[in-house]
């Protein structure tokens, strides 16, 4: 199974910006879509944003303009730089992978599906 490790939670002042990272590991080959979910205190987990190898992104309508998703395939990274946070954006950021090709031992490939890290906290607020 892939391991998704997060980074760059923290504490921010409204409208200040964070930036989360997240690495992918576990002889990964490739990785079609990576990107961001969040899940704020009762509530359920919803899309942040994504991109997949196609360079096609998806952003949630309330943080496009502010927001911005990249990767860097080759390293099996992906970022996540937000800008003028909001309040609402407080939340556990979950780093998410689809679409994982896998090395085996044997020499073939292992796919899996949807993949999530542990989760970082945001919390904006003064």
């Known amino acids: 199974q892939v391991q998704l490790v997060e980074s760059g939670g923290g504490l921010v002042q409204p409208g200040g910006s964070l930036r989360l990272s997240c690495a992918a590991s576990?002889?990964?080959?490739?990785?079609?879509?990576m990107g961001w979910y969040r899940q704020a205190p009762g509530k359920q987990r919803e899309l942040v944003a994504t991109?997949?190898?196609?360079?096609?992104?998806t952003y949630a309508d309330s943080v496009k303009g502010r927001f911005t998703v990249s990767r860097d395939s080759a390293k099996h990274t992906v970022s996540l730089q937000m800008n003028n946070l909001t309040p609402d954006a407080t939340a556990v950021y979950y780093c998410?992978?689809?679409?994982?090709?896998?090395?085996?031992?044997?020499?073939?490939?292992?796919?899996?599906?949807?993949?999530w890290g542990r989760g970082t906290q945001i919390i904006v607020g003064s």
């Open positions: 998410y992978a689809n679409g994982v090709l896998r090395r085996t031992s044997a020499g073939t490939f292992s796919a899996d599906n949807d993949s």
């Open positions: 991109l997949d190898n196609s360079k096609q992104t």
């Open positions: 576990g002889n990964i080959f490739s990785i079609f879509t």
